[in-house]
């Protein structure tokens, strides 16, 4: 018994040797095209000389962004996000799952103890034991007291494969979970940026309803003194109905702008308000950053790239599988056919090797099964290359975009002032000349449109320029360092 014991020893260690020869292939970033610099953000040869191979650091505390629009309710809005929205919430428990997963899959790395104890009662065939069939053949009863233990020994690295995508799929969702955390961030802030614009609308349509409700009551005292016809007053009163009509449009968009900024906070509707704050002019620097820090930055990039380094894993996982497995099994205790007796010295035994089959499995036919396990593994890591290059190509774009939103807005800003202030003065003018009777009020109603058509004009471009600093910030991934970066001006 000693002999053998030490002969499954001696094999064991043997096999435990090739533990070192993992399969498959090991995981590189698939390159990707990176420009030397953004279009829309020229760096100057100083700033260009900080261009460096990005290195991931998705993970990096982005502090509080929204801090550089210096709004007060905006910081408070952000903080009661960041605890109460369920959204975000939920990421959060997915990234539990994910570390739990990848705690299942260490797990394997370890053997696997476990004790028991009880009787087992039995009763062997008369021709099992080479007995007469009338022979005399009790049944007996065995007591066992034991402790088991099994381990596979990870011979091609297919545990260690299973480990390493678990960890990187768990790094996926704590990227996700910082994706969802800046989508937050952002919704958040471009909705409040809305409803301060919806303010400036209202405050633009209350002024002019009071004006017109004034050039109302002028025309009226002048049909009731004979000097023009009905036609003007009735025109007048269109007029006054037209922007009260609107104004209360633009209500009922700020309802609803309202109401989707309280489920982003995780309130109910009816439990949340804004007080009314018109937006007004933004004044603040967003540096846009080098290409290279914006794969570093980008929390979806982060996610698609270890996206990639779980399927790389996969793939040694899949390729292990047409290779031996060394399960090793033991069991050490006590039997007895008393229970009196378990405990005795003379009743304890011992078991290495597995009760059925064999300690070591070598798969030969399966029909294709394995193959085709290791065809899908090999695909899946082509669809996340593509995957991630196309998020990268996405992510590039949307800086442009806002780059480019950027500067062509803050030039359209300046060109609508000059149309609003050209408006107001035309305007000036129609009333004045209606007074004095040489305009007819069709020339007074146009010049008034035009200037509430130029003012709205102007307050939304004020909003769209907000948003789109906004869109930058979430382009780039957050916050920022001043080192280095292009800075688009708002």
Known sequence: ????????????????????????????????????????????????????????????????????????????????????????KAAAARVGQARALQQGARS?????????????????SNASLGLPDDAANAPSTLWRAQAGASYEADLFGRVAA?????????????????????ALQADVAQAYFLIRRLDAEQELYRGTVSLRSQTLGLVERRYAEGDISELDVARAKSELASAQSESLGVERQRAIAEHALAIL???????????????????????AGLPSSLLERRPD?????????????????????????????????????????LFQWSSRSFLLGPLVGTMLSLPIFDGGQRQAG????????????????????????????????LRILG?????????????????????????????????????DRAVLQQKRAAVQLNGDRAQAAVNL??????????????????
């Not at 210096?70 to 996000?81: G, I, T, Y």
């Not at 906070?265 to 540096?287: E, M, N, T």
Request: aromatic share 6%.
């Open 473 to 490: 910030i979430r382009a780039i991934g957050g916050g920022w360092d001043r080192a280095g970066a292009a800075t688009a001006s708002l």
């Open 1 to 88: 018994m000693i002999k053998s014991l030490r002969i499954s020893l001696a094999l064991g260690a043997a096999l435990l040797a090739l533990a070192g020869c993992a399969v498959g292939p090991q995981y590189q970033r698939p390159p990707v095209d990176t420009p030397a610099a953004f279009k829309e953000a020229s760096l100057s040869p100083e700033e260009a000389r900080h261009w460096k191979d990005a290195q991931p650091s998705d993970s990096m505390e982005r502090g509080r962004w929204w801090a550089v629009f210096d709004d007060a309710p905006l910081n408070a809005l952000e903080e009661q996000a960041m605890a109460a929205n369920q959204d975000l």
């Open 411 to 447: 030039t359209q800003t300046d060109v609508q002032d000059s149309a609003v202030q050209s408006a107001a003065r035309a305007a000036e003018l129609s009333h004045t000349q209606y007074r004095e009777g040489s305009v007819s009020y069709l020339d007074v109603i146009d010049a």
């Open 162 to 182: 299973d480990v390493d995508a678990a960890t990187a799929d768990t790094q996926q969702s704590e990227a996700l979970f910082r994706s969802v955390q800046l």
């Open 108 to 124: 394997d790395l370890y053997p696997k103890i476990d004790a028991g104890f009880g009787p087992t009662r039995q009763r062997a």
């Open 265 to 287: 906070l995780g309130k109910a509707p009816a439990d949340f308000s804004v007080a009314q704050r018109p937006l007004q002019g933004i004044a603040i620097g967003i540096p």
């Open 374 to 405: 290791l065809d899908r593994a090999r695909a899946k890591y082509e669809e996340d290359v593509a995957i991630y290059r196309q998020t990268v190509l996405s992510a590039f774009r949307e800086v442009e975009d806002n780059l480019s939103s």
């Open 301 to 341: 990039i982060a996610a698609a790239e270890r996206a990639m380094a779980a399927a790389n894993a996969r793939i040694g996982a899949a390729q292990a599988a047409f290779f031996p497995r060394l399960t090793i099994t033991g069991a050490l205790g006590y039997e007895s056919s008393q229970l009196g007796d």
